[in-house]
């Protein structure tokens, strides 16, 4: 069955605005509560449960590495492909996707410069270009762009206003 949630009445003086903030304030308190119960909670079946399941992790690290050791001595094994299927399990080796990675010791920026003044003459680099999002918000602010400029460039300065309540974190009866 479905809870059903009280509707609080409509608000007509600046009294009873202030005595609903005042159950807004303590309902936000209770669940601030609640929400740290729930936390302490955690981290303790967390600990509790943390020492198991090291030991748990711990045991299985002799078998991972005898499994490994034995698939690297019998390699053959593995072809055509790049697993066995085994009564328990699977193993196997997973290829990554491949990657460009720098050498020991060079930086990318002088990879960059490498590739941009040798032999390749800077094939494998991009500029990238991108819209400058805080020009544009200072230039606008200090009405150097009119809407209408921006307009004609497919763009627009959005902004929303979003009603909000933040009631006072006082120490109230949980």
Do not use: C
């Not at 159950?23 to 303790?44: C, F, H, M, P, Q």
């Not at 748990?56 to 066995?84: C, M, R, T, V």
């Not at 497919?154 to 206003?161: D, F, K």
């Amino acid at each position: 069955m479905k809870k059903q949630t009280p509707k609080y009445q409509p608000i007509r003086t600046r009294v009873e605005l202030e005595n609903a903030m005042t159950d807004y304030a303590e309902k936000s308190a209770l669940l601030r509560g609640v929400t740290a119960e729930l936390d302490v909670a955690i981290a303790n079946l967390r600990e509790q449960y943390q020492a198991r399941i090291t030991a748990a992790q711990d045991a299985l690290a002799p078998f991972a590495e005898a499994i490994e050791e034995w698939a690297a001595l019998n390699s053959g094994e593995f072809h055509p492909k790049k697993s066995i299927e085994l009564l328990s399990g699977r193993i196997g080796y997973r290829t990554s996707p491949p990657a460009v990675a720098l050498l020991a010791g060079v930086k990318e920026e002088t990879a960059i410069t490498r590739l941009l003044e040798g032999e390749l003459g800077g094939a494998y680099t991009r500029e990238t270009v991108e819209l400058d999002r805080e020009a544009i918000l200072a230039a606008y602010a200090a009405k150097e762009v009119t809407d209408a400029q921006l307009k004609a460039h497919g763009l627009r300065i959005r902004q929303t206003e979003k009603f909000f309540i933040e009631p006072e974190e006082t120490a109230t009866a949980v």
